[in-house]
């Protein structure tokens, strides 16, 4: 499968039944002011949509509870997970618009998003495979007692999300959320509206009641904050920038007791130590983990960490790399770095490119370039060599095809290098040396890290993204398990019954 220049009407049209507010398992205009979208591959008008404001973000909350309390919170586990497998395979079935939608909205090469947008429905199986195998405790089992801990849903969810992976970012909120019994209000990203709309629609085709999948537009100001501090809402999920989940972290105290799950963001350490450097395939699996998604994605390794004296040769093996990862159209089957997704983004990344030429060697990787429209929000992935230490490019986040390369002098200073950031989300580390690497990983404070003994092994175990696997954001990274059993369990809360008999 993949979308191609050919199919963009049919996303276009796509999108204007894709216009306002969904609530109730209907659109609702009326609310905000219009907000403007444009496609980031050519700067071309995608028309508006009508924001929400707060009276729009309280009705869809009224609407979550409503549904919660009569409908979706009293089916039985077996109806939810029959429910959630149908829409599981719609979302399959609808995997061309998804991808359509995500390439007009933010960039997302065409090639790439049908390739993860494939296995989308896969989160939907996962969180609702648990109904069966996610249980509640035991806690005592005598003659005359008997004490177990239900597993009982929050209530009504509210989840702010971000633009970066339109598809699998809702779906990593709605899915355990949806899965644990709970209805939810999500508040889409000012960016990929029209995706996240087409997500609740399908839920509701699907068959599963009106109000229990909720989406508002609109500003994060106006709309998110609204929801975030709603002191209707039992759980509030915010995927986005550190800055914006203290912001949300605030105004949900503010209101009520509820608890928060922050998944914010990262700047993320690769540390390749010295017997890596011998397998020249290393290259494209670090290039890869830095660029994909045009840098796009929180756990991007943007920070190269190397033995002093390797720089020539990792500059060397990221522009061989970088001959395979074509700059371009998404629309173009060849692409596999397209814009970056918004006017004011590529300004913020601009911003970084002209910093790292002031105070480091910055360093054209020189991928090949397809057709792109000089109107598009391109930038060229490049690598900056020769900071010093603590600079501003090594700490914050970019979100955006710019790596750091950063010299070490032996493990505990891999580790101190490793750790001098804001962030700790997650980490790999390269080499054969398990004693090496065991201490590079339980030094370095991440939710997650990486150990690659050799290139094969980094090959055969697949994708780092799956439901399987859960962690906890470390420092300004987040709060909160994601993920898993452990992220499953999160959206629900424990209540303690005691039969005396
Ligand atoms: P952002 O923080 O600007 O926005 C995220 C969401 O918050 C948007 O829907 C936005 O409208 C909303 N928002 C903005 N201000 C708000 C406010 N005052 N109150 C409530 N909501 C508000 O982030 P972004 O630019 O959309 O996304 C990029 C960021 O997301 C990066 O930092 C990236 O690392 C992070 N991210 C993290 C993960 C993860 O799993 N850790 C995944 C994807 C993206």
Known sequence: MNQSRADIPRGTALMTSLRASWIDGRTVDGGGSAMAHRNPANDADLGDTETADVRIVDLAVSSARRCFEHSWGLLSPYDRKKLLLVYANLIDEHAEELTLLEMLEVGRPGTDAAGLNASAGDILRSYALKIDTVNGDMFRSEERRMGVVLRRARGVVGAIVPWNVPVMNVLLRVAPALAAGNTIVVKASELCPRTTLLLARL????????????????????????????????????????????????????????PVLLECGGKSPQVVLDDAFDDERIWPLLFFSAFWNTGQWCVAKTRLLIPRGREQQAIDGLIAAAR????????????????????????????????????????????????????????????????????????????????????????????????????????SVWTARSDHGYKLARNIRAGGVSIF?????????????????????????????????????????????????
């Open 324 to 427: 395979d990862w074509q700059v371009g159209d998404p629309a173009d089957a060849s692409t596999r770095l397209g814009p970056i997704a918004s006017r004011a983004q590529l300004a913020r990344v601009q911003g970084y490119y002209t910093a790292a030429s002031a105070t480091g060697e910055l360093v054209d990787l020189d991928c090949p370039r397809g057709i792109t429209d000089s109107s598009g929000y391109y930038v060229s992935p490049s690598i900056v060599t020769g900071l010093p230490r603590g600079s501003v490019l090594q700490t914050e986040e970019v979100f955006g095809p710019l790596m750091t390369v950063e010299l070490f002098d032996d493990l505990d200073d891999a580790i101190a290098l490793a750790n001098d950031t804001a962030f700790g989300l997650s980490a």
């Open 453 to 501: 003994s050799s290139v094969d092994a980094a090959r055969s175990t697949g994708p780092e993204l799956g439901t399987a696997r859960y962690f906890e954001p470390q420092k300004e990274s987040g709060l909160g398990v994601d993920g898993g059993e452990h992220g499953y369990l999160a959206y629900t809360t424990p209540q303690s019954l005691y039969f005396h008999n």
């Open 203 to 258: 839920a509701m085709e699907a068959g599963l009641p009106d109000g229990a999948f909720n989406v508002v537009i609109g500003e994060g100001p106006v709309a998110g904050a609204r929801l975030a501090e709603h002191p209707d809402l039992n759980l509030v999920a915010f995927t986005g920038s550190s800055v914006t989940g203290h912001a949300v972290a605030r105004a949900a105290a503010s209101t009520s007791f509820k």
